[in-house]
């Protein structure tokens, strides 16, 4: 990396984390650079020598001199906190309904399997006392609840396949460092 994606990509990073002095910290950086260059490195040299990007922004964010904006918006905060009895029970209801939905399907895959279980202990008892024929008819139905819990329990899985993505993205789109990537928008 030369000396002006250097700059231009600290620039961005600098804007991104509200850094209110980063003029002062590209000036120092440039002028660093400048006096490495001028000692026989060259630009890339120059770079690595100040350790990239992500080493500098480390530096900037951890020195005590750096001023973070503050944020103005108090009647916001104010608003979403003092609204949270509303909202917030909507919000976990949204969420909640996928979740037991999902174990309803559960429900259904373990019932189809426990009458494929007991209508199949049922056909050979059947078949003894009754005859062959009406026990063959309660096999078929048996067989016929195994193959539903077997097709309802791989609904079972695509659905918890789906729900467990929607919740990484959920977490990686309120998550500290999922805003320090970039995912959030400020």
Same mark, same amino acid.
């Given at each position: 990396?030369?000396?002006?994606?250097?700059?231009?990509?600290?620039?961005?990073?600098?804007?991104?984390?509200?850094?209110?002095?980063?003029?002062?910290?590209?000036?120092?950086?440039?002028?660093?650079?400048?006096?490495?260059?001028?000692?026989?490195?060259?630009?890339?040299?120059?770079?690595?020598?100040?350790?990239?990007?992500?080493?500098?922004?480390?530096?900037?964010?951890?020195?005590?001199?750096?001023?973070?904006?503050?944020?103005?918006?108090?009647?916001?905060?104010?608003?979403?906190?003092?609204?949270?009895?509303?909202?917030?029970?909507?919000?976990?209801?949204?969420?909640? *309904?996928? !979740?037991? &939905? %999902?174990?309803?399907?559960?429900?259904?895959?373990?019932?189809? @399997?426990?009458? #494929? +279980?007991?209508? =199949?202990?049922?056909?050979?008892?059947?078949? *003894?006392? !009754?005859? &062959? %024929?009406?026990?063959?008819?309660?096999?078929?139905?048996?067989? @016929?609840?195994? #193959? +539903?819990?077997? =097709?309802?329990?791989?609904?079972?899985?695509?659905?918890?396949?789906? &729900?467990?993505?929607?919740?990484?993205?959920?977490?990686?789109?309120?998550?500290?460092? #999922?805003?320090?990537?970039?995912?959030?928008?400020?």
């Amino acid at each position: 990396m030369d000396k002006q994606n250097f700059l231009k990509t600290l620039k961005k990073q600098l804007q991104k984390f509200g850094v209110k002095n980063a003029d002062d910290y590209l000036d120092y950086y440039s002028e660093y650079l400048d006096d490495l260059i001028e000692n026989g490195a060259t630009e890339v040299e120059a770079v690595e020598k100040v350790g990239g990007v992500k080493k500098v922004l480390v530096e900037i964010i951890s020195d005590n001199d750096v001023e973070i904006p503050q944020t103005s918006d108090r009647l916001k905060s104010a608003l979403l906190i003092g609204s949270l009895p509303v909202w917030g029970p909507l919000l976990l209801a949204a969420y909640l *309904v996928p !979740v037991l &939905l %999902l174990f309803a399907v559960l429900l259904i895959a373990v019932s189809f @399997l426990i009458a #494929g +279980g007991w209508t =199949l202990v049922g056909s050979f008892v059947v078949m *003894v006392k !009754v005859g &062959l %024929l009406y026990g063959g008819f309660q096999l078929g139905i048996c067989l @016929l609840f195994l #193959g +539903g819990s077997l =097709l309802v329990e791989q609904l079972f899985v695509y659905l918890t396949q789906k &729900l467990f993505n929607f919740n990484k993205y959920l977490f990686r789109k309120f998550n500290v460092r #999922g805003i320090k990537n970039g995912l959030v928008k400020n």
